[in-house]
């Protein structure tokens, strides 16, 4: 069974950086979009940045220039780095990726648990 565990979360000073991970437990055979969601309280979930498997990447306005997505498709792992943290990008980060198990033929979308993200103004 094919889960996403993220990593890196915490508690930071605005300015401040933090660098989240999330990579894949369970037997796969490739990953095509990876990417990460946040979800501030009251607010709906919202997409922060996306990878695909060529490397391309789209990112919310709100952090581009700040938030940096990239991809190590050897250990199949996404980060995403965070830096010049604002307190308004507090929220719990999600990591989303398209992932084919070996057992299957398809693509699944699959959700990790979520990291918190604590910006201290």
């Known amino acids: 069974q094919v889960q996403l565990v993220e990593s890196g979360g915490g508690l930071v000073q605005a300015g401040g950086s933090l660098r989240l991970s999330c990579a894949p437990s369970?037997?796969?055979?490739?990953?095509?979009?990876m990417g990460w969601y946040r979800q501030a309280p009251g607010k709906q979930r919202e997409l922060v940045a996306r990878i695909i498997s060529s490397g391309s990447t789209d990112y919310a306005d709100s952090v581009k220039g700040r938030f940096i997505i990239s991809r190590d498709n050897a250990k199949n792992t996404v980060y995403l780095q965070m830096n010049s943290l604002k307190p308004e990008d507090t929220a719990v980060y999600y990591c989303n990726a398209d992932v084919q198990p070996t057992v299957a033929y398809a693509f699944y979308n699959y959700w990790g648990q979520g990291t918190q993200v604590t910006v201290s103004s």
């Open positions: 369970g037997s796969i055979l490739s990953i095509n979009a």
